[in-house]
């Protein structure tokens, strides 16, 4: 997997069962928690589009000790690193912080949890080699799959410059969006895997968010409600005709989805 690349998902959460129940219904994802076993993680649960074994997400309990650190139900993305310590040192030459490892998790790769220059906690990984073909995986964009990437920062402009010598991306489109400042879309040598911009001041901190794809927007917020989630963001329709919308789950997690244009 090429450095820089978005490479894996995990939700930190209170009650995996109930997370997984959840996005289950939301998303399809078929659980198995009995993966977590196979990649030495114990009591992790991994989360499959029907069909396909490669999984698409993990999920894990929110322990006391993250609770007291200030950690909170959230999604995190992993980036592929091709060296975890050299990519730890420049997140802390820039003014970031690791907050967890490196550590390596068996039979899947060498791991940390950092903070970017202005606070945004993003993962990285080093994964190991795979013996053999990789299993089949649900095509690019198919509902189910994470299909975007987002950065409210305390100042886009400068964060991008960090995260393109850190990762390597580049520049794609850029989207002015009027009193909300500009969108800066980010590639890695093909389509845009992302966006980022300056944050509204009522966040409170920096953050990540990731999308889901999935077929229809109002068939997903239908799902979302009768499931027990809470949509606070949309459906908007954003430039190039995709429609999307944010939510959080049960837990307390916020997550969103993204919809192709329709007709």
């Known amino acids: 997997m090429k450095h820089g690349n978005f490479i894996w998902y995990e939700l930190v959460t209170t009650d995996p069962a109930a997370a997984a129940d959840f996005y289950g219904k939301v998303m399809g994802w078929e659980a198995d928690p009995e993966a977590g076993k196979t990649l030495g993680a114990g009591d992790y649960t991994v989360v499959q589009v029907p069909g396909f074994p490669m999984g698409v997400a993990g999920m894990m309990q929110l322990t006391q000790q993250m609770a007291d650190n200030g950690g909170r139900p959230a999604w995190m993305g992993y980036v592929a690193v091709d060296d975890v310590e050299a990519t730890i040192a420049a997140f802390e030459a820039s003014g970031g912080k690791a907050h967890m490892g490196p550590a390596d998790i068996p039979n899947v790769g060498r791991i940390a949890v950092v903070a970017d220059p202005q606070g945004a906690i993003i993962c990285l990984l080093k994964p190991l080699a795979m013996d053999g073909p990789m299993p089949p995986a649900p095509a690019e964009n198919a509902p189910g799959t994470f299909g975007w990437r987002e950065l409210y920062a305390d100042n886009g402009d400068t964060v ?44 409170p901190m920096p953050f990540w968010n990731y999308y889901v794809n999935v077929e229809d927007i109002e068939a997903a917020i239908a799902r979302v409600n009768e499931a027990g989630g809470t949509v606070i963001n949309g459906p908007h329709e954003v430039p190039g005709g995709a429609m999307i919308v944010q939510a959080l789950d049960p837990q307390g997690a916020m997550f969103s989805m993204t919809a192709p244009p329709k007709g």
């Open 160 to 203: 991008f410059d960090f995260y393109a010598g850190t990762f390597g991306w580049q520049k794609d489109r850029a989207v002015d969006m009027g009193e909300m400042g500009v969108y800066q879309l980010f590639k890695l040598d093909g389509p845009a895997l992302g966006g980022m911009m300056t944050k509204m001041p009522q966040m």
